[in-house]
């Protein structure tokens, strides 16, 4: 007999009335009396479990009903619908196959768990409620980023993860080696000699996928990068983590207002596609981890974004009257605190910020006319504060060579880079999301450790 | 006006048939006489370009006629449809702005240049021909993996890239550290002390996240990854590359056959969306780069994948009378040349080997009953040798237990990897896909560098 699963039984359920059917699964919980039992019986295929009733017809009915839970069985039954109940169908056991059998001290046992506890059994905590629907949900966001893409017509480039460039010219990276840290070559002047590793030179891992994708971009139009990035940074942050995942869309013909609308859609478009796609996953978040979150995620999906510049932004905050922990003056970047002032008391929905001090951006952004400000916008969110940060490219060989210069970068390191302005330097323009951020927006989930799989933190990289 | 792309031109062509449209892109080509002119302009937008007439009607005439090839322009003009010439439509500018203007050394001159040459301007190269359609391929091909799971409700996994462990129990692995290696703290014993390091110990660059995902599986049952992977190993093949990007599905309650079934839909999946979604770059490949790579992708999509085991086939290769540099006996693994002999002589077709030696394979696949091979499989291919490799895994606590300890590894870097089977092991396999080594089988490229935006090869980190 075919083996059906979880979620076909809830999205079909009509079509199994009467029907024998066959599930295998993972026991949730069982109990039994005398003659008879019930096992909560979870697949892995949908956010519910089903109830199966089973009695001593069994020929190993005492067997069963000792299992430990998280023990794996096979069952046979008859599908009874029970369009009263509590549940609204269950399956009466005609056979029952062990598959594997756990152990009483399973660590998750019917209780309240830390997310602090869970994080320290990550290979167990999926099997749970909330991370089961925490990983569906990364897992659904992910796929509504690439077909929201990819409808469109954006390629997707594996931009490199080891590189020898450094983006943002900042940022402490993770240097990639193969010399043994405990025999390093030397050159004469007694330092170690990095023509001997591996790619020839000292390489790191990539902080942002951007550059490349802007080479991409000038030959495709239309392209994003979706992949790992990394910072080395010692902040041991509930935001904050070494390894993360990054969407970085890169347009080119595009101004800022473009990416701006880009982005607007991109994020209305996985709201829409989650709330569609795991409808009890983000009830449950609604109940148990964000009261409020369906309102919240309703209202950004019907709301127009508010746009606002850099100055403007600066001159409400100062206006407020509210008191921050940081000062307020034109010129410094914003805090969280003034980010979320500005989305969650000002405009109450999410707000584009644009036109920063060219002092606090990337060397990239395109100057602006007034020479004072570049065209950059950072998206920020109610419950997170930046959620996007984009901006037009400098396009202008000699503008941005100069950029480079004045920073004392490298200019060696940005011929390439360099070059797409050479040779047919177009308007293009492109933001980065922090997919991690994006999960965190849409589940709830305040600390970033419980939306990544296996997270990196310092001085954490178990599993 | 609003901005068309191009392929919507090719795609629709019927609805612009009199339309004044506003195209934007580059000029791969342009000549002129006295009075007018042709640029062929491509938008990146799909791999054909569209002819634009101008004529000295425009002001900007002989300031056009004059631009670099690669320089970007903004088009505004008449679309005419030419269905008895060779191109299907063309368009007559009415207006054509400058948005960037190129060099006149611009490195790609219309000549052939060889594969070697452009990787030395892998900035530059995806505005070719071959290499628009590598990448547009490769994009393509990751939505089809995408696609194909998330329809069947695989739940798509980010597994760890810094690890502090290592898969295969073999392999070289690239060295992740924050360390200073020209001031290396160390211990009392003048040795490195990794205590000190980002992670509080020593880190690499995955090499598969197969442990990861299988304890997802055995939470969600059908889950996924697809990400990058590392090996550090000199080996300066057209066949390897430092880093790579895998699939590795998992299935729990599966056992062999059930993820060759998998496999085989999946290879038939990517190779059909990618015919259907790219049917111009594949076209392109099959005269330009391999002759007859459309019969052989046609041929995979329309056979039944054969089946034989490791001892068949090595009895097929001992009577094939066939010279072979390596020595076929039982017991060795199969090399690439025996592969390709085995489907491309033997059976014509992709074919699956399984139940291979167990010495010359993993820690973690499931011993047989005839204690001498394990539930392992190999998908050969033609034109590629092997594509897939996968294999039921060990579910039984004590005889992975054994298996670490009689190869010596270090049984407490894999006490979470044991407690995915203490706690309700269930039966599950897998397999995984060398991402590239799937675009050469469907483009018929030949150098793994060039199926790479940005290839990682010893010696060579370039931008």
């Not at 999926?126 to 966001?141: H, K, L």
């Not at 992910?142 to 990819?150: E, M, P, T």
């Not at 970047?333 to 929905?349: A, G, I, P, S, W």
Request: hydrophobic share 40%; charged share 25%; glycine share 6%.
């Amino acid at each position: 007999m075919k083996v059906t699963l979880i979620k076909d039984l809830y999205r079909n359920t009509e079509s199994f009335i009467d029907q024998k059917v066959q599930v295998s699964g993972w026991i949730r919980t069982i109990r039994d009396s005398k003659a008879f039992g019930f096992i909560e019986l979870n697949d892995g295929s949908f956010f519910k479990s089903v109830q199966i009733v089973f009695d001593d017809k069994l020929e190993n009915f005492k067997e069963i009903a000792k299992l430990p839970i998280s023990s794996s069985i096979k069952v046979e039954g008859d599908f009874i619908y029970t369009p009263q109940a509590k549940q609204p169908f269950e399956i009466r056991a005609t056979n029952i196959v062990i598959e594997g059998t756990s152990n009483v001290d399973y660590p998750l046992q019917k209780k309240r768990h830390t997310f602090e506890y869970l994080r320290t059994i990550a290979h167990l905590r999926p099997r749970t409620n909330t991370f089961s629907a925490v990983f569906r949900v990364r897992s659904i966001a992910s796929y509504a980023i690439h077909k929201f893409f990819q409808d469109q017509g954006f390629v997707y480039v594996h931009s490199p993860i080891i590189t020898g460039s450094d983006t943002e010219g900042a940022g402490e990276m993770f240097r990639v080696t193969t010399l043994d840290l405990n025999n390093l070559p030397k050159d004469e002047n007694g330092n170690v000699d990095n023509s001997k590793d591996f790619f020839g030179r000292d390489t790191n891992l990539t902080v942002s996928g951007q550059l490349s994708a802007e080479a991409f971009a000038l030959a495709f139009r239309n392209v994003y990068t979706f992949g790992p990035t990394f910072r080395a940074e010692n902040s041991n942050t509930a935001r904050h983590a070494a390894e993360f995942w990054m969407i970085e869309p890169e347009v080119a013909f595009a101004e800022l207002p473009d990416i701006m609308d880009l982005a607007e859609k991109m994020v209305k478009y996985v709201i829409s596609y989650v709330l569609e796609h795991a409808p009890e996953e983000m009830n449950f978040f609604n109940n148990f981890i964000e009261k409020g979150l369906l309102d919240r995620l309703n209202n950004a999906l019907n709301a127009e974004f508010g746009r606002v510049t850099y100055t403007e932004a600066i001159e409400l905050l100062q206006k407020s009257g509210e008191k921050f922990t940081y000062p307020v003056e034109w010129g410094a970047d914003l805090q969280t605190e003034h980010e979320r002032y500005l989305c969650e008391k000002v405009f109450k929905k999410p707000v584009f910020v644009t036109d920063y001090p060219k002092e606090i951006k990337a060397f990239y952004m395109r100057l602006n006319d007034d020479n004072k400000t570049v065209a950059a916008t950072d998206l920020l969110v109610p419950g997170i504060g930046e959620l996007v940060g984009g901006s037009q490219r400098e396009e202008r060989e000699e503008v941005l060579a100069d950029k480079i210069k004045e920073l004392g970068m490298n200019e060696a390191d940005y011929w390439w880079y360099l070059e797409l302005r050479k040779y047919g330097g177009t308007k293009h323009s492109g933001f980065g999301v922090g997919f991690e951020r994006l999960i965190m927006y849409l589940t709830g989930m305040t600390n970033i450790r419980d939306v990544i799989p296996f997270p990196r933190t310092p001085g954490n990289a178990e599993f």
